[in-house]
């Protein structure tokens, strides 16, 4: 058997070229000789496929059901986004001094067309150093300028507001003539007393957002996008029964509502009391003497 110089010298410098995988990996194992281990870049997903599978049409396969699954994935996020249209609120504050208004808008983001069975309630939370004057809510229902009743019990609007507590407003929220799909909610507050400060003649009262309760004679699919929890209040302010109202999410305009309120200094204590006195002295002299001079006393 002749063997060329170019078959031998191939075989010298590659002596396991002429013996089977099975015996070169059986003998491996035999001598205990480990295979050196892969570097990790060998893992590499385009490493992977630099083998059989790495065909140019399984390639182009896996491109294609990638593709497909990120399009399937983001037209599900986009119907999500459709269907569940945002809900925008925001409040905002009229007049000036110690007796404000506020007000609060709500716009839908569904058409009120198809929500024409369902009513909007706000839920209120008034802090310590505000009040509702509930004698003036009753006067503005009877008038028909707003629907609003308090839910706190044992308050009262004399106490400053180091003395008193947070309360709840439930305000029934009306269409908005301007708007086809907005509602809006008015309701007077006014600012109680605060204790003097030291240096600065002013401080601040924030008024958290509501929460803004929905309720629905029929169910709707929408509803599942908006509603987050059950909250049971008056179905209407004429009405005792009580419904099971949706507590619906919302994007808020502005986080929180501050407002500044003047206070008074501790310097001007002694000043204070001592004008004051004097004005009660004077004024309870002048009313003694009208009445000595213009009473009539029966003998």
Known sequence: ???????????????EASVPVTNSVAARCR?????PRAPLSAFHPGALFSGVLAAPAVVAVVRVV??????????????????????ILWQEVLKDGFHRDLLIKVKLGESIEELQTCRLLIKQYIPTGLFVDPYELASL??????????????FNIEAPNYLSKESEVLVYARQDSQCIDCFQAFLPVH???????????????MVNNPDLLMYCDQEFPILKCWAQS????????KNEDICQWNNIKYKSVYKNVTLQVPVGLTIHTSLVCSVT???????????????????????
Request: with cysteine; glycine share 4%; proline share 5%.
């Open 230 to 237: 059950k909250v049971a209040a008056p179905c209407a302010l």
């Open 31 to 35: 001598s205990g000789v480990k295979r």
């Open 191 to 205: 600012y109680r007393y605060h204790q003097p400060h030291s240096k600065d003649g002013e401080t601040f009262v």
């Open 277 to 299: 006195l004097l004005i009660t002295m004077l004024c309870s002299t002048l009313i003694l003497v009208a009445i000595f001079k213009y009473g009539r006393f029966p003998l």
């Open 66 to 87: 990638a593709w497909l699954l990120l399009g399937l994935t983001c037209t599900s996020a986009a119907d999500i986004s459709a269907t569940c249209p945002e809900i």
């Open 1 to 15: 058997m002749v063997v060329n110089d170019r078959t031998r010298g191939m075989r010298n410098a590659h002596p």
């Open 141 to 154: 229902r009877e008038k028909n300028i707003t629907e609003a009743v308090m839910v706190s019990e044992d």
